[in-house]
């Protein structure tokens, strides 16, 4: 399953996204710096609108998204990776990721502690100078080299502003990684609303994907990660997610290791076809269910079908 760890200064806003990826306050959030002691883990579910719309034509008894493990650790400190802080005891925790999500404070918030602010809390030098003692502490804490995606903090109403995008560009451009700006504390809030009252908010923002979706859909980018879904039969449908260029039998290991050993065929439609057809039966009536072989290069959102022999 896909992990990743969320990393960042203490008080960057770690937890309060954890929390909101989450959809719940797993982790205690608090103006003081090193309020996160212990890591917190929490499996998410991929929001995918093509899994929910499998899910009503199929009618199964059951539906199991993809997810993500989010992992939230301490604060990292200037020296964690020799003991300073708390930070160096998860860098083993850091390690073991996918991919990271680097969290940087460029909210105002002048109860919200910070060390070494400098100027402008939300200036570029200082954005820069927050991500590299992070960086500088990964690098000796000897984490390997793995995709990050900068997360800026900032406040709501800053979300949309010029001065943010231009922020989020420079960061990308100067790292030469993924960047993105997400109000963590906006993003909590959500967990007290429903889902549909949520969007209405965020639409009223202007705001078109939660951060959820949008971190989701920039670490599969990242990972080169494709979805396909199994159906059992009618009786499960299952979203998974795999390297793109996977094969049929990747895709059988995946699910059940029995599977590969004992692969047959692959019954495969893509899903966008499926939905348009209707029906799993209407589909093979009308030849569109392929049949394929255990070098098949998975496409993107296939619907398959494993045949195994016993
Ligand atoms: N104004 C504002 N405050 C925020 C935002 N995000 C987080 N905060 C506040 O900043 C404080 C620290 O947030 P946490 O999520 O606990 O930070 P953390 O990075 O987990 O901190 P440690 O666990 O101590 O390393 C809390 O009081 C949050 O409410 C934001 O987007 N805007
Ligand atoms: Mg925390």
Known sequence: MLSVG?????????????????RSRLAETAV????????????????????????????????????????????????????EGLGNQFLAKIREVDAIIHVVRAFIN???FREESSHDESSFEQIVNDIEIVNIELELGEVSKKPVIYVLNV????LNDAKTQSLVNRVKEKFKEEAAAISARLEEELIDLEKE????????????????????????????LITFYTIKGGEEVHAWSIKRGASALDAAEKVHTD???????????????????GSW????????????GKDYTLQNKDVIEFKVGV
């Open 110 to 112: 002048p109860d919200v």
């Open 155 to 158: 406040d709501e109403y800053a």
């Open 6 to 22: 969320i990393v960042g200064l203490p008080n960057a806003g770690k937890s309060t996204l954890f929390n909101a990826l989450a």
């Open 259 to 277: 599977f590969a050993k004992n692969f047959i065929k692959a019954e495969v439609v893509g899903i966008t076809e499926l939905l348009e057809i």
């Open 197 to 224: 009252e949520g969007q209405d908010y965020l639409m009223e923002l202007g705001i078109e994907k939660t951060g959820l979706e949008l971190l989701i859909q920039k670490a599969y980018q990242l990972l080169d």
């Open 32 to 83: 003081r710096p090193f309020t996160t002691i212990e890591p917190h883990e929490a499996v998410v579910a991929v929001p995918d609108k093509d899994l929910e719309s499998l899910s009503k034509l199929v009618k199964p008894e059951k539906t199991v998204p993809a997810s993500v493990t989010f992992i939230d650790i301490a604060g990292l400190v200037k020296g964690a990776h020799k003991g």
């Open 281 to 292: 039966k209407q589909a093979k009536d009308k030849g569109k269910v392929r049949l394929e």
